[in-house]
């Protein structure tokens, strides 16, 4: 065994949506320190370029693409954009996701507002896959990572949409994976609780003394955390891994009751 290769990415070009903060930000950084070309989608273009401009600095390769997930032609132009520049297409991590935890209440949410959520969560994911399939396959190397989330197999009050939206993420997931094998490995990464912006804005002692109760590991995540599944999954050391959904929480459920 050649362990050298295990987690090597160089040579290999990787998109990751959403990847000017938070979780697809730390994934982009932890590809292109394995050595991977690196593609920093963002809506927020200026935030896409900063990312893109740390990598560089520390001696990697990216570029920064603005992209609306929920616009098909941005989504064609994305990847596109992408192969015209690297040249080849290895690597897709779907990270972009939203939705309203704990304001999803059923007698004052719309259905275009429920639509909205899988537009960007389910829909989007979706498309994308099908866009790089073909360049992976010619490549001759292919992997998709899909954010799902620890809400696809929670219970809560008032995330009925981007909960459901999550689980078929999962199911979407296992299925793609008979789509698009022997050549592209598709699987799905549910974090928990991550000590996000997003995160940080509702977050308070009490409430993260409650979220522990339940977590063996007893902290909360950090982008780096599933940015290490994200290299896993990336890498040739999972090679025979695919149609998987790999929570990463602390051993636990950092819910609130």
Request: aromatic share 6%.
């Amino acid at each position: 065994m050649n362990t050298s290769t295990l987690f090597d990415l160089k040579g290999k070009t990787a998109i990751v949506t959403g990847g000017g903060n938070g979780i697809g930000k730390a994934s982009c950084k932890m590809l292109a320190a394995f050595g991977a070309n690196v593609v920093v989608s963002d809506y927020n273009l200026d935030a896409a370029k900063e990312v893109a401009q740390e990598i560089e600095k520390d001696g990697g390769s990216a570029i920064a693409i603005d992209c609306d997930v929920t616009k098909d032609e941005a989504l064609v132009r994305l990847v596109d954009e992408s192969v015209k520049h690297y040249g080849n297409l290895n690597i897709l991590v779907n990270n972009v996701g939203g939705g309203g935890a704990g304001q999803e209440d059923p007698t004052k949410i719309e259905v275009a507002q429920f639509k909205k959520v899988f537009e960007m969560n389910v829909f989007s994911m979706w498309r994308l896959c099908q866009l790089v399939a073909p360049h992976m396959i010619e490549s001759g190397y292919g992997s998709i990572i899909n954010m799902s989330s620890m809400a696809s197999i929670n219970t809560s009050p008032a995330i009925s949409a981007y909960a459901s939206s999550k689980a078929a993420v999962n199911h979407m997931t296992k299925n793609l994976a008979f789509d698009y094998g022997p050549h592209i490995r598709v699987n799905a990464i549910g974090p928990g609780a991550v000590r996000t912006h997003a995160l940080s804005t509702v977050l308070t002692p009490e409430i993260e003394k409650t979220m522990l109760a339940h977590t063996p590991l007893q902290r909360l995540g950090e982008a780096d955390d599933i940015a290490g599944a994200v290299l896993y999954f990336a890498s040739p050391v999972s090679s025979w891994v695919s149609g998987q959904v790999l929570f990463v929480n602390g051993g636990g459920s950092q819910t609130l009751d």
